[in-house]
């Protein structure tokens, strides 16, 4: 018997009868109960133990193939995964969407009703993390070997509820009836410090001995992470704290004091205990700083664990090992490397820095500036002295090179600097970043070069070959196939074959039969089942969808006033040939981000008010529907005709919902940011609703100083929106909203007013064509094969990570 190939177990069945009772067996041995008393959540946690076997089959297949090859690995790096909702997804690439569907029947229940108790792991904020899903699905798909590292947060991104008061926020225990999915391996747990001091090696001028006040254990359970049409099935790593036995207090819990006998205990766990609802923005509190490290000296350890069960010595570490950071959160893995090299290995501190240099790449995913970490030198040092440490002397010897390059130019020397010395000292993040590793990239073209261009630009003089752009992609899988099947089957017979799931270039086909009547029909039919299904408006109205988180670089608010000056012109001329239009807006708001929580409440409050008014009501609906996740997002993006991508340029670094929803044959209106030149670029100019400055023209704008009372005093229309929101009738966010905007419009929003409404009023046009509209939206769908998040895993591939595929052998 092979046990290493996985061929020795007995084999998985693949008739329905084989499948049905791999779902018996597991009803009783597994979940303890019988046919007849199976609950629905009996049969959903056994059906996904079924499909997870299958699976886990394959898992053992892709480990005996990386194990026999010991490849170069790819490791991902990332604070957050928004994996999205697990058993369809396992279903479509496990290939027992069918059997599964007539066993369950068996039992009782429909797939539909399980599926509704399969709750996402919502472990991230927004895009960000959806990328990191993303591309660990396509590295999968892509047969890299590669494992996703993360934090297991007991509490993902908090529940959202919106009322007429705006957003109210509910802690989410996502597991809180447990996770089929998921494999505990408390074996390979890790011990983590934190606080202490460092003590001198006699004889050694870079190693030194770390004493921690803290230990913490990170325990560690696996996802599986199947690639599409492959037989690769990676994981996802994911790091719960757990307090060690010796935190526990037995004299004080003796003496009863109950409370302060677990408090040691509580205080480790609770490293793990939530994720940080913010997103792109700085938080700075020392939780979250414990979280990062705890997460980066966990995997590590691992990283360097798997590399030692193939390798010795350390020459080829940085050959078979590059670490992807995604973003800052995990770059103290850099001074972390070097610690355990140095310290803990005994390495020279220059072949430790070459290594850790090689080993590292980091993607930045912004340009606000207050999304840039710093930690303050005073917090880092007294939660990781020895890091900072550490962090001292790469900067020392960094500026040292840096003066080397321009002698005397001392400015620059402060500007690059890892340690900021404006007022408190701080440790910069993106800095760290790119000094410790081997390439940079931004997520989008104009982001990549806006980077090279501003907020690194000392770096890109330094070191131009260390830029580069990987723009992001998404999951055709997760969002054309599962989310649209109506569509994902009529592309499949218009291109004649399901190749395009694993090469979305493909779509460009669709070309063709843009100008077929009868394809369109279809086309328009979709999209209105799609609307019927979502069930929030009139199926033949314009569905306008902006679906985002809340913040005020992406510019709601100018959706907003957009929504006030239509409902203005319904009111003056009730009997216009008004075009029906449902306005979705979704999307979360950092608890502690007032002002965008403002304008939450200020649209629910909008909303509340077209719905109340007889003469608006019939033309206009504004629907907010709560909690947006990757769930929902999957039943809204089939459903748009329109999607609103309107943050001022240069802010943006990418988006992804833009080519989500531009995939599911919605057409964009939006400003020339992020990802957004791109999709224009290829869908074409004529398919795209334009507005707007670009990055230039905005900076350019600011710098010129900016009053954007100009625009109040000469645009009647801005002029009466305002007027409106600051009358009283919406009480006082409506004051604060208009008083921001008025004031200082931080993201000038009224200088991009008129030009936005005049391409909605070009969007109009459009839709009064039926046949257009739906040859426009064809296009879309057309020419966004590139936004395929293969093609970004292939990229990165090609030209960061410098890595082949490893092919799993098929089960013979
Ligand atoms: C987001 C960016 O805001 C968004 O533009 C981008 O598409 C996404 O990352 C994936 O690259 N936190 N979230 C982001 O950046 C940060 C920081």
Redesign the pocket.
């Known amino acids: 018997m092979d046990l290493r190939q996985g061929t020795g177990l007995r084999k998985l069945g693949k008739t329905a009868d084989e499948f049905q009772q791999d779902l018996l067996s597991n009803l009783f041995y597994r979940r303890g109960t019988t046919v007849e008393s199976a609950s629905a959540r009996d049969a959903y946690e056994t059906l996904s133990l079924t499909v997870r076997d299958r699976l886990a089959e394959r898992r053992a297949r892709t480990a005996a193939a990386h194990y026999a090859s010991n490849p170069r690995w790819v490791y991902y790096l990332s604070a957050e995964y928004l994996l999205g909702a697990q058993l369809e997804q396992n279903l479509l690439y496990s290939g027992t969407g069918d059997l599964a569907a007539e066993a369950v029947k068996a039992l009782g229940f429909s797939l539909e009703d399980l599926e509704d108790l399969d709750v996402e792991p919502g472990l991230g904020n927004?895009?960000?993390g959806r990328?990191a899903a993303c591309l660990v699905d396509s590295l999968a798909t892509r047969d890299i070997p590669a494992v996703g590292y993360g934090i297991r947060y007991d509490l993902g991104i908090f529940r959202q509820i919106i009322t007429e008061n705006g957003q109210t926020e509910l802690p989410d225990d996502w597991a809180f009836h447990g996770n089929p999915w998921e494999f505990p391996a408390p074996d390979d747990r890790q011990a983590v410090g934190f606080y202490g001091h460092t003590e001198p090696i006699p004889g050694s001028e870079t190693r030194k001995i770390w004493v921690p006040g803290e230990i913490v254990l990170g325990e560690p359970s696996h996802m599986l992470v199947p690639g599409y049409g492959t037989e690769t099935v990676n994981i996802v790593r994911l790091w719960s704290a757990k307090a060690s036995e010796a935190s526990f207090d037995l004299s004080r819990f003796s003496a009863g004091q109950y409370a302060e006998a677990v408090q040691e205990a509580v205080r480790a766990e609770n490293i793990s205990k939530v994720l940080y609802p913010d997103?792109?923005t700085e938080l700075g509190r020392e939780l979250r700083l414990k979280q990062q490290y705890f997460l980066v000296s966990c995997s590590l350890r691992d990283i360097v664990r798997r590399f030692r069960l193939r390798n010795e010595g350390w020459d080829t570490f940085a050959e078979k090992t590059v670490i992807q950071l995604n973003?800052t959160h995990p770059t103290i893995a850099i001074p972390e490397l070097m610690r355990l090299l140095v310290d803990e290995y005994e390495l020279e501190w220059d072949r430790a820095w070459e290594i850790t240099r090689k080993t590292f790449a980091y993607t930045c995913?912004?340009l606000l500036p207050e999304?840039l970490e710093t930690w303050p030198v005073r917090m880092f040092e007294k939660l990781l002295p020895r890091h900072l440490e550490i962090i001292y002397l790469i900067n020392m010897l960094f500026l040292r090179e840096v003066e080397a390059r321009f002698p005397g130019d001392h400015d620059r020397l402060r500007r690059m600097s890892i340690i900021g010395e404006e007022g408190e000292r701080r440790v910069r993040m993106a800095h760290l970043a790119v000094v410790g590793t081997e390439a940079v990239n931004g997520?989008a073209e104009l982001h990549s070069k806006l980077l090279r261009e501003t907020v690194l630009d000392d770096f890109a003089e330094l070191w131009p070959a260390k830029f580069q752009n990987v723009t992001?992609g998404v999951s055709p899988r997760r969002f054309i196939k599962i989310a649209n099947p109506r569509l994902s089957d009529l592309i499949t017979e218009g291109l004649g074959g399901e190749g395009w799931l694993r090469d979305l270039d493909r779509l460009a086909e669709l070309e063709h039969l843009a100008g077929d009547a009868s394809f369109a029909e279809r086309w328009q039919s979709i999209k209105r089942a799609n609307k019927v299904d979502l069930g929030l408006g009139d199926p033949d109205s314009l569905t306008d969808v902006m679906i985002k988180r809340f913040h005020e670089y992406k510019r709601q608010q100018l959706k907003l006033l957009h929504v006030i000056t239509l409902y203005h012109r319904i009111r003056a001329n009730p009997g216009g040939d008004w075009i029906p239009r449902t306005i979705l807006f979704a999307g979360k708001a950092a608890p502690a981000y007032h002002a965008a929580k403002d304008i939450i409440r200020l649209i629910a409050t909008v909303a509340a008010r077209i719905e109340a008014d007889p003469v608006v009501s019939p033309y206009l609906k504004v629907v907010f529907p709560s909690n947006y996740n990757v769930t929902l997002a999957e039943r809204i993006i089939p459903a748009a005709d329109l999607s609103e991508q309107i943050s001022l340029a240069g802010k943006?670094?990418?988006?992804?919902g833009n080519m989500k929803l531009a995939l599911n044959g919605a057409i964009t209106i939006g400003t020339l940011d992020?990802a957004n030149i791109e999709i224009r670029a290829r869908v074409g100019a004529e398919n795209f609703f334009l507005f707007g400055m670009d990055a230039y023209q905005a900076a350019q704008t600011r710098i010129n100083g900016y009053d954007p009372r100009h625009f109040y005093e000469h645009d009647a229309e801005l002029r009466a929106a305002l007027d409106t929101l600051a009358s009283g009738i919406f009480g006082d966010v409506g004051h604060r909203v208009a008083g921001s905007l008025l004031g200082w419009d931080e993201y000038l929003t009224l200088a991009d007013y008129r030009g936005y409404i005049e391409a909605q009023e070009e969007v109009e046009r459009a839709w009064r064509e039926p046949a257009r509209w739906t040859r426009m939206s064809i296009l879309n769908t057309a020419h966004s094969g590139f936004f395929s998040a293969d093609r970004t895993v292939a990229d990165y591939a090609a030209r960061i990570w410098r890595v082949a595929p490893v092919p799993v052998q098929h089960e013979d």
């Open positions: 927004g895009g960000l990328l997103d792109s973003d995913h912004t999304a997520v992001n943006e670094a990418s988006g992804t992020g």
